[in-house]
C-alpha cells in the first residue's frame, strides 16, 4: 500500500487549500486515517485524524475551526481542507493510515501506524 498526498502549494495568509491523499497498492480500507505536519526545524505534530465507522474526527486545538478532514473509502481518498490558513500552518504535511480503527485518545498519537505517505509542502505567506 502506497500513500500518496498532494495539493500543497503557496497560499497568502486568510487563504485556502485542500490536499488530498490516496492510497494506491491492494485492496486496501483503513481503520483510522491521519494528517500530520512537520515545520522546519520542529518535531512531527498531530493535524487531525478520523475512523472507518462512525467517522469520528480529531483536531489538533491549532487547527480547530479552520481545517476538516474527511475521506471518501470508495475512492481510498483521505482529504483535509484547511481554511484562513496562517502563517504559522507552513509545514510539510503528511498523510498516514492505520489498518485497526484507532480509539480516540490514540487518534494524535504519532506511533504504530502502519503507512506514512510522501508529504505535501504547505507555505502560507504573511
Known amino acids: 500500500v502506497q500513500l500518496q498526498a498532494y495539493g500543497g502549494g503557496l497560499v497568502q495568509a486568510g487563504g485556502s487549500l485542500r490536499l488530498s491523499c490516496a492510497a494506491s497498492g491492494r485492496t486496501f480500507s483503513a481503520g483510522t486515517m491521519g494528517w500530520f505536519r512537520q515545520a522546519p526545524g520542529k518535531e512531527r505534530e498531530f493535524v487531525a485524524a478520523i475512523r472507518r465507522g462512525d467517522g469520528s474526527r480529531a483536531y489538533a486545538e491549532s487547527v480547530k475551526g479552520r481545517f476538516t478532514i474527511s475521506r471518501d473509502n470508495g475512492k481510498n481518498t483521505l482529504y483535509l481542507e484547511m481554511n484562513n490558513l496562517k502563517p504559522e500552518d507552513t509545514a510539510v504535511y503528511y498523510c498516514?493510515?492505520?489498518?485497526?480503527?484507532?480509539?480516540?485518545?490514540?487518534?494524535?498519537?504519532?506511533?504504530?501506524?502502519?503507512?506514512w505517505g510522501k508529504g505535501t509542502q504547505v507555505t502560507v505567506s504573511s
Open positions: 498516514a493510515a492505520d489498518q485497526q480503527v484507532r480509539i480516540l485518545s490514540r487518534f494524535s498519537d504519532k506511533s504504530g501506524w502502519d503507512y
